[in-house]
Nanobody, 120 residues
Framework: QVQLVESGGGLVQAGGSLRLSCAAS????????MGWFRQAPGKEREFVAA????????SYADSVKGRFTIFRDNTRNTVGLQMNSLKAEDTGVYFC?????????????WGQGTQVTVSS
């Protein structure tokens, strides 16, 4: 069972930037995808971004393309999310995820998440 701890959230004005980080522990992540999801108040959790083990494959939700960048450090078992040009609709709790495939990211364990609030 993998344990995930997210950090880096906060309150920022629209147009600002935040950098999220997630540390994974508890199992070997060789070959695994890592990703980010978010959940706004009253809404379902949604996919934000994913990255393959080698970082050669990166996928983004249309709503964040060109503004967010996902990256990972396999030596530290971490995944990050650089968020620029933030909008009010980016507000929510952000969760990281680990999966053997991109499709399996949403079926694994979750951390406690980190709150991102963008004021307009």
């Amino acid at each position: 069972q993998v344990q995930l701890v997210e950090s880096g959230g906060g309150l920022v004005q629209a147009g600002g930037s935040l950098r999220l980080s997630c540390a994974a522990s508890g199992r070997t992540l060789n070959g695994y995808y890592m990703g980010w999801f978010r959940q706004a108040p009253g809404k379902e959790r949604e996919f934000v971004a994913a990255i393959s083990w080698s970082s050669s494959v990166r996928s983004y939700a249309d709503s964040v393309k060109g503004r967010f960048t996902i990256f990972r450090d396999n030596t530290r078992n971490t995944v990050g999310l650089q968020m620029n040009s933030l909008k009010a609709e980016d507000t929510g709790v952000y969760f990281c995820a680990v999966g053997a495939t991109m499709g399996a990211l949403s079926s694994g364990s979750w951390g406690q998440g980190t709150q991102v609030t963008v004021s307009s």
